[in-house]
């Protein structure tokens, strides 16, 4: 009835557009860090000097260096990049199937999408970690084995949110229209569902990069992702970890690199909740 | 306007402003003890927002002016919070829709005895036996342990009144009571307010059905435009309509109409044999025959829930039968078969223009963009209206919208879906007229599916009454 939902109470837009924005210009220092980092920083993010070790911030070395010497602004900058690209392949490799096969259960219905629900729920039976871990075993601190693993677990989220709003907008009655006035599939999926099923995924695809980043530093952090001396954030802080007493900053760092990554990729995908 | 009536609720010169200006404005009014009062027009015309002054539930943004004595009290003085005070105690709403406003998690009964237990503070044990008490007084104690999608729209409604019988309000504002109802489960539904009324309830009815305003009786304020153009006792509004507005209210009611005449038949364009359809072990009709032919237009009436929307699909080739068999005259294609939809904006992709919609479909067929202009100005739809959104046109435009937009495909049969339930008269009459001339002009096949008996006389060659399979 219109007398009730006049007074429906406006949300508040500009709230959720600033944290929107907070996350995107977040994400964008972060990227520039990550991608003009590398170049601009001359010095190697594996080169060793051992005179330099865990030399404090703001002296010669820009945000200090590490036990072993190593210059902790290049790690940095050489971590995040590599955080963003796993993390990215990842989503890429997780969404692209999970959202294929979600349109492909949602138009065909019938065994098709049995057979999808059904290997859906196995693979989400299945402890994610041990996927990723079986598969290191096969190539111990390669980036392959490690990104497939994350992506096997992902793409159900994906499969499945697109398997049901796809069918629930194919159950209306302007598809139904439409396929009678003579549009085909092509038509309704570009202008019908897509607009709707779009806003969605970039939201999850978000929030796919952000466990994506938190799921490899883990892993490296416990030793099974990537090995040293590849500049992992999570690597990174395990091996600074000993020296906390001398040097706490330098173990917050990369902390508070993966912190803030996370932090950025959750509040834009806040924005595009709404 | 001077009519004396004992006046319980009075209203004085309330006008409505928003920020652009007034949208009510000047609106006297008054209802007592046996005297309902029924506010009829089209939606838009300002009606509820007269009804949402009562309440005091205005939209922030909208300021009230004049008077609005309920008891000797000015409710417009009151602040906020007293007003709310009254709700569920002194002045009870019966929702629009009111299967949607109930909790979909509980069953009826419990729902019922909240408003004994928190809004009176009674005891659990004492709440659920007035509860009971509540529902039986609306011939709905079977419906007491069933959840809400269990129940009809009637009992729906029922339970709404139990509710309000619980809260023992003296003033009942009903919005829209049967919005969504067919006829049988309408009358049922203002046979009980009527009921209410006679126990000396206050009743304040908004609606744009005027059979409601009818079977109320009392008194009855017409409104446009946010304003009352007429006000009186409902017999001689009825009978003796003064403003012209109202004359065309009353006129657009399906059994005002003239009888459209029969036209003779060419061969079948579709027809269906032996048809039979079952949902579960339940058979919706089995052993149909139904033919429609140019020119020619078929009704098929019964209560809701009969299948008869199961027909038309069957005949569109949406829905498969589960015997019988469908035959097109051989040589049309598939497109020249098209549905009207009873709810216009769904029949609408959400997030495109219209201009859009009907481009991409003139590009699609190998038309031309005039056959769409001459089509608007056939059915006299402003050409400003096709750059909006279908959530921003009327339903009475979007149904011609939707007319337009299978006319340009230029259709042998047309499957009307309940097409203007969901209009008000005004526009249901435009539509259903334009629908007829069309038919005339261009030899079309129509099936139509209502449960307004009048609109199916009216304008049909035939109706096809559907079997009483079960009942709802």
Redesign the interface.
């Known amino acids: 009835?219109?007398?009730?939902d006049?007074?429906s109470f406006k949300r508040p837009k500009t709230g959720i557009g600033s944290a929107r924005l907070a996350g995107a210009g977040l994400l964008i220092l972060l990227g520039g860090f990550s991608i003009v980092g590398p170049v601009v920083i001359p010095s190697d993010p594996a080169a060793q000097d051992f005179g330099a070790s865990l030399a404090p911030i703001g002296g010669d070395y820009l945000l200090g260096a590490d036990h072993y010497g190593r210059s902790l602004v290049a790690r940095l900058a050489h971590g995040a990049r590599l955080s963003f690209a796993m993390a990215f392949l990842t989503m890429l490799a997780a969404a692209l199937p999970g959202v294929l096969l979600g349109l492909l259960a949602a138009w065909k219905g019938g065994w098709t999408e049995r057979l999808l629900e059904f290997v859906a729920t196995v693979v989400l039976a299945l402890p994610g970690l041990m996927l990723v871990l079986l598969l290191l075993a096969f190539a111990p601190g390669n980036y392959g084995p490690l990104f497939l693993g994350l992506a096997l677990t992902l793409w159900v989220e994906f499969y499945r949110v697109t398997k049901t709003t796809t069918r629930t907008v194919l159950a209306?009655?302007?598809i139904?229209?439409?396929r009678?006035?003579?549009?085909g599939s092509r038509?309704i999926f570009v202008?019908?569902v897509l607009?709707?099923i779009g806003p969605m995924i970039a939201t999850l695809s978000a929030f796919a990069m952000a466990t994506a980043i938190i799921a490899v530093s883990t892993l490296s952090a416990i030793s099974v992702g990537l090995q040293p001396p590849t500049p992992e954030l999570g690597s990174m802080i395990v091996e600074l970890l000993p020296y906390y007493a001398e040097a706490p900053m330098h173990v917050l760092l990369p902390a508070t690199l993966i912190f803030l990554l996370v932090l950025g990729l959750q509040l834009l995908a806040q924005g595009d909740r709404a | 306007m001077n009519i004396q009536v004992p006046s319980d609720v009075s209203v004085s010169g309330l006008s409505i402003h928003s920020a652009e200006g007034a949208i009510v404005s000047d609106v006297t009014l008054a209802l007592g003890r046996g005297q309902p009062l029924t506010l009829l027009g089209e939606?838009g015309s300002g009606k509820?927002l007269v009804?949402?002054a009562i309440?005091g539930?205005?939209?922030?943004e909208l300021r009230a002016t004049g008077r609005v004595l309920f008891k000797e009290a000015d409710l417009l003085k009151e602040t906020p919070g007293q007003r709310r005070r009254r709700w569920g105690r002194s002045i009870s709403?019966l929702?629009?829709?009111p299967w949607l406003?109930l909790d979909p998690t509980m069953r009826v009964a419990p729902q019922v005895a909240e408003v004994h237990r928190y809004v009176k503070g009674r005891a659990a044990a004492e709440s659920a036996m007035a509860a009971k008490k509540n529902l039986s007084e609306v011939a709905l104690s079977t419906a007491e342990g069933l959840y809400p999608f269990q129940i009809s729209g009637g009992m729906g409604q029922r339970a709404a009144i139990a509710m309000a019988h619980a809260t023992d309000a003296e003033l009942l504002i009903a919005?829209?009571p049967t919005k969504g109802l067919d006829a049988a489960l309408r009358d049922s539904v203002t046979a009980r307010l009527r009921q209410e009324v006679e126990r000396g309830r206050l009743l304040l009815t908004i609606t744009h059905d005027v059979a409601v305003a009818r079977a109320l009786g009392g008194t009855i304020g017409v409104m446009r435009d946010g304003r009352l153009v007429e006000y009186g006792p409902s017999e001689r509004l009825l009978t003796a309509p003064e403003h012209p507005y109202t004359k065309t209210l009353l006129a657009a009611e399906p059994s005002q109409w003239e009888r459209h005449p029969g036209m003779t038949s060419d061969k079948p364009v579709v027809a269906g044999c032996g048809l039979e359809k079952r949902y579960g072990d339940k058979v919706l009709f089995s052993g149909l025959d139904i033919t429609v032919a140019a020119g020619e237009i078929v009704s098929i009436a019964g209560a809701s829930g009969c299948g008869k929307t199961t027909v038309g699909n069957i005949l569109?080739g949406?829905t498969n039968p589960d015997a019988g068999s469908v035959e097109r005259k051989a040589g049309l294609s598939?497109?020249r078969?098209?549905?009207l939809?009873q709810?216009p904006p769904?029949?609408?992709?959400?997030?495109?223009t219209i201009r859009r919609g009907l481009r991409?479909?003139t590009r699609?067929?190998g038309k031309e963009w005039t056959d769409v202009e001459r089509l608007l100005d056939r059915l006299r739809l402003p050409g400003a209206l096709l750059d909006r959104l279908p959530g921003q046109i009327s339903g009475g435009e979007l149904q011609r919208f939707?007319l337009l937009?299978a006319l340009l495909?230029d259709p042998a049969f047309l499957f009307a879906d309940e097409m203007t339930s969901r209009l008000d008269p005004v526009s249901q009459k435009e539509v259903i007229t334009f629908l007829l001339e069309i038919v005339s002009e261009r030899r079309v096949a129509v099936l139509m599916v209502t449960h307004d008996r009048d609109l199916a006389d009216r304008v049909s060659t035939r109706v096809v009454e559907l079997g009483h399979a079960f009942t709802c």
Do not use: C, W
């Open positions: 009835m219109s007398t009730f006049n007074i209306q009655p302007h139904e229209a439409a009678m006035l003579g549009f038509y202008h019908y607009p709707v | 939606s509820s009804a949402q309440m539930n205005l939209p922030p709403l929702p629009q829709e406003a919005d829209e569109l949406l598939s497109s078969f098209q549905k939809y709810d769904a029949a609408f992709a959400p997030s495109q991409d479909l699609l067929h939707a937009r495909l």
